[in-house]
């Protein structure tokens, strides 16, 4: 097939492709042919040749005034096989034959190939992006709760703790259910580092933190509060059920000797419940201030917060008299 763009048809129509044009010898030969043609029949310049109509019968035949010879199917064939049901018309044009067909897409094998595989490639690209999406969500949920969580013992931080604290009252505050809140803070711990080292004393609070999560129900929210201050927020719990939490906690902490220290354990306990009309602020600095009348008389106590300090309650443990302020 002779080279695009030189010949008898013009220019314009060898820039063509959705009209494949075609110009025949009198064998049947295709001698040239624009854009169109060469995509539908002949992508790899194969020697294309017309195989219907007859080419005997077409030489014979008596143009109308267009030129116009015949109109119907077409096949042309090649070296590689040839494509049936192609619509298109034949004209005299000079002393050769003119060949004008519009190729459906059936007549692009190549071109149908070649979606096919964009198609595959577009497929798994698409699922690609979909599991790098899932990946990225997933590393960003995981960075969310990093955000949320204490590094050095695991559990929830202040950050989730206040959110919690929030969404609790917002409970409360339509179903009026209890919610209690334990702050403890670690007695005489600065000592424990001093004498032992910063090592040791972060291993201690990571085992306070299992004590805890190990103590309280699933369903209760554990947070490292502060440097040695841990705080359990209990939902749909009433005062009596939050201060047996924390003497179970406290007992617990006491019964535990762990190496290379030689004594117990302890820690402060505040316990506080939500109070109408009252914001988290409000609610954590009243469970702080008990902390704070515990650490005042003599540790390793629980002590429950009134509505201002003068109610304050100090419960200590059994077999030692407790102070009530009334």
Same mark, same amino acid.
């Given at each position: ?7 008898? /048809?013009?220019?314009?129509?060898? !820039?063509?492709? #959705?009209?494949?044009? %075609?110009?025949?010898?009198? @064998? *049947?030969? &295709? ?16 020697? /294309?040749?017309?195989?219907?109509? !007859?080419?005997? #019968?077409?030489?014979? %035949?008596?143009?109308?005034? @267009? *030129?116009? &010879? ?233 002590t429950m917060a009134g509505v201002i300090g003068e109610c304050d309650q100090l419960y200590q443990a059994a077999g030692t008299e407790g102070t009530d302020h009334v």
């Amino acid at each position: 097939m002779a080279e695009i763009g030189i010949g008898l /048809v013009p220019r314009w129509a060898m !820039d063509l492709h #959705a009209v494949a044009l %075609a110009l025949l010898d009198v @064998d *049947g030969t &295709i001698s040239e042919a624009n854009r169109g043609f060469a995509a539908a029949f002949a992508p790899n310049g194969e020697a /294309v040749r017309l195989v219907k109509p !007859d080419m005997s #019968a077409l030489n014979k %035949a008596d143009p109308g005034g @267009d *030129g116009l &010879i015949f109109a119907g199917a077409i096949v042309f064939s090649s070296p590689k096989g040839g494509w049936d049901g192609v619509s298109g018309a034949i004209y005299h044009f000079g002393q050769k034959l003119l060949v004008v067909v519009e190729p459906g897409v059936s007549a692009y094998p190549q071109l149908n190939a070649e979606i096919e595989r964009i198609g595959r490639e577009l497929e798994e690209t698409r699922r690609n992006v979909t599991r790098r999406n899932q990946a990225l969500q997933n590393a960003l949920e995981k960075i969310e709760a990093l955000k949320r969580q204490d590094t050095l013992t695991g559990l929830a931080n202040r950050r989730s703790l206040d959110e919690r604290i929030g969404q609790e009252i917002g409970r409360w505050e339509r179903y009026r259910r209890p919610l209690g809140l334990v702050l403890m803070e670690m007695d005489d711990f600065a000592g424990v580092n001093e004498s032992y080292g910063r090592e040791v004393g972060d291993e201690l609070l990571r085992h306070v933190a299992t004590i805890l999560n190990q103590t309280v129900r699933t369903t209760d929210l554990v947070a490292r509060y502060g440097g040695l201050e841990f705080a359990v927020l209990l939902a749909e719990t009433n005062e009596m059920g939050s201060l047996i939490v924390a003497e179970r906690l406290r007992m617990e902490l006491e019964s535990q000797i762990i190496l290379p220290m030689v004594r117990p354990l302890t820690a402060s306990f505040g316990v506080a419940m939500l109070l109408p009309g009252e914001g988290r602020q409000e609610f954590c600095a009243r469970a702080g201030r008990a902390v704070g009348y515990s650490k005042k008389n003599g540790r390793n106590c629980v002590t429950m917060a009134g509505v201002i300090g003068e109610c304050d309650q100090l419960y200590q443990a059994a077999g030692t008299e407790g102070t009530d302020h009334v």
